[in-house]
Each structure stands twice: as structure tokens, then as C-alpha cells.
């Protein structure tokens, strides 16, 4: 759930993703019963309850689990929750976007804060790093749906922005108050997407290495452990063989 892709793909691919699920289940059911409590209960008839259902199946999330937070949208235990986005600066002056989901405004900004300066970053105002990115829709295939030509085919018919391959997969970007019908006319020729979300994608990157690298994977991973936070965004680049290394 994070908008650093190469840094994903590579920890996925270390196995270090099984450690996460449990708490990545659970923050898609958070997400899962604020959308349904924000609208109807029917994901045909609910646009954001319908990306939150596509993106926990495509995480292998049970079926029941799916069902159950969408039923605690209508029961009298369900949480209150808000929407709040932080922004900040990590080490090297990469730009971060947190995404966090909380019932305890005053809890998220606390941790929030603390996990920054706790590696090295500072946390800005509403609109210190947002403006370094687009807002945009994103849909993700894995490699197996076919050829980079073939899914930039599909997606110039889909009516999409742009399309960035690599041996991970296909990732697909459109404008954002058009990613449903995107999605949907993508899925009428390449099948079911990976995984189907609103995100920030980074109009330039910031090139970094060594320590202060290390220092920021630190920091993303603290960030994405903290139970209120949904999604990180940033705009680092990290050549690839740094990555392994970092990661070794």
C-alpha cells in the first residue's frame, strides 16, 4: 500500500511481506467498513467501497473478512474514523505523503510527527510536498497478463494516461475522476487488474544513496507499521542494485 513501487516489489520479493499481513488485513478492513459506512453497502452502487473490495481480494484477503467489515459499517460498534493526510520531508529531501485513517486525530499526529523526527525527517504543512505530485488514478497487472505493448495497447483504448513496465508488472495511470471506467474498460480486455487505487505519483524524483537511503527505508517502514497509517507516498529514487544491497 505504498506508493514507493521498486522498494515493494524488491522487500516483496524477499518474502518480508508474510511478517505484514495480518496488519495489512487489517487496515483493508478499516478502509473497507469507513467506505461502506460512507455510502451504500454495494459495491456496484459505492465507487470508493469498490476499490477498497477490489484491493483485499487482490491481497488474497478472505472472503468473509470482506463481508464482516462491511457489515460493521451498519452495526452500532463501528468506529468513527477521518481521513487525514500528513506531508513531510525525509532524509535527502525526499518528499513523503502519509495517508492515514484514525479515530484519534491527536494519537496519528503524535506518532506521525515522532516517527519523522525520529529518523530524520520534518514534517511540513497541508501542501508542503503535495504539490511535487500528481493526483491520479492507478491500476496495477501483474507481468503474466501479457507484453508491454500489449497492455499499452489496451490502455490507449481504455482511454489512460500513461503505462510503466517492468519485470514486477504493468502499472497503468489515468486521471483520477475517470479511474472506474478505466479500470473497468482495462478489465474488459486484459482481466481482473492486481490492484485498482487513487494515488500520488511523483513528477520528478529525488535521487538518493547510502546511509541517508537506509535511514528513509527506516522511516517508510515505521510509517506503514503504525496501525492508523493506510498508504505512503514518495518520491526517492534508489537505483536498484543500492536496493538489494540496502536490503541484503
Same mark, same amino acid.
Given at each position: 500500500?505504498?506508493?514507493?513501487?521498486?522498494?515493494?516489489?524488491?522487500?516483496?520479493?524477499?518474502? @518480508?511481506?508474510?511478517?505484514?499481513?495480518?496488519?495489512?488485513?487489517?487496515?483493508?478492513?478499516?478502509?473497507?467498513?469507513?467506505?461502506?459506512?460512507?455510502?451504500?453497502? +454495494?459495491?456496484?452502487?459505492?465507487?470508493?467501497?469498490?476499490?477498497?473490495?477490489?484491493?483485499?481480494?487482490?491481497?488474497?484477503?478472505?472472503? +468473509?473478512?470482506? +463481508?464482516?467489515?462491511?457489515?460493521?459499517?451498519?452495526?452500532?460498534?463501528?468506529?468513527?474514523?477521518?481521513?487525514?493526510?500528513?506531508?513531510?520531508?525525509?532524509?535527502?529531501?525526499?518528499?513523503?505523503?502519509?495517508?492515514?485513517?484514525?479515530?484519534?486525530?491527536?494519537?496519528?499526529?503524535?506518532?506521525?510527527?515522532?516517527?519523522?523526527?525520529?529518523?530524520?525527517?520534518?514534517?511540513?504543512?497541508?501542501?508542503?510536498?503535495?504539490?511535487?505530485?500528481? @493526483?491520479?488514478? @492507478?491500476?496495477?497487472?501483474?507481468?503474466?497478463?501479457?507484453?508491454?505493448?500489449?497492455?499499452?495497447?489496451?490502455?490507449?483504448?481504455?482511454?489512460?494516461?500513461?503505462?510503466?513496465?517492468?519485470?514486477?508488472?504493468?502499472?497503468?495511470?489515468?486521471?483520477?475522476?475517470?479511474?472506474?471506467?478505466?479500470?473497468?474498460?482495462?478489465?474488459?480486455?486484459?482481466?481482473?487488474?492486481?490492484?485498482?487505487?487513487?494515488?500520488?505519483?511523483?513528477?520528478?524524483?529525488?535521487?538518493?544513496?547510502?546511509?541517508?537511503?537506509?535511514?528513509?527505508?527506516?522511516?517508510?517502514?515505521?510509517?506503514?507499521?503504525?496501525?492508523?497509517?493506510?498508504?505512503?507516498?514518495?518520491?526517492?529514487?534508489?537505483?536498484?542494485?543500492?536496493?538489494? @544491497?540496502?536490503?541484503?
Amino acid at each position: 500500500m505504498a506508493g514507493h513501487s521498486k522498494f515493494k516489489n524488491i522487500m516483496h520479493r524477499k518474502g @518480508r511481506a508474510d511478517s505484514v499481513r495480518s496488519k495489512l488485513f487489517s487496515k483493508l478492513s478499516r478502509e473497507i467498513t469507513v467506505a461502506a459506512k460512507s455510502g451504500l453497502p +454495494d459495491p456496484a452502487m459505492n465507487a470508493r467501497l469498490r476499490l477498497a473490495v477490489a484491493n483485499a481480494k487482490a491481497e488474497s484477503m478472505p472472503k +468473509d473478512n470482506i +463481508d464482516r467489515a462491511i457489515k460493521k459499517a451498519s452495526g452500532g460498534d463501528a468506529e468513527t474514523y477521518e481521513d487525514i493526510r500528513y506531508e513531510g520531508f525525509g532524509p535527502g529531501g525526499v518528499g513523503l505523503i502519509v495517508e492515514v485513517l484514525t479515530d484519534n486525530r491527536n494519537r496519528a499526529a503524535a506518532n506521525v510527527r515522532s516517527l519523522f523526527s525520529k529518523h530524520g525527517g520534518n514534517l511540513g504543512e497541508t501542501g508542503a510536498v503535495s504539490f511535487m505530485f500528481d @493526483r491520479v488514478g @492507478r491500476i496495477v497487472y501483474p507481468a503474466s497478463v501479457g507484453s508491454e505493448d500489449k497492455v499499452m495497447e489496451a490502455a490507449i483504448e481504455a482511454g489512460a494516461d500513461d503505462v510503466e513496465s517492468d519485470e514486477d508488472g504493468h502499472t497503468v495511470y489515468t486521471a483520477f475522476e475517470q479511474l472506474n471506467e478505466v479500470a473497468q474498460a482495462l478489465e474488459a480486455s486484459l482481466g481482473e487488474a492486481k490492484s485498482t487505487s487513487i494515488a500520488w505519483r511523483p513528477k520528478s524524483q529525488t535521487p538518493i544513496e547510502g546511509d541517508p537511503a537506509a535511514t528513509l527505508m527506516k522511516l517508510i517502514d515505521a510509517l506503514e507499521d503504525d496501525d492508523d497509517v493506510q498508504n505512503v507516498w514518495s518520491n526517492e529514487d534508489i537505483a536498484t542494485d543500492e536496493l538489494e @544491497r540496502l536490503l541484503a
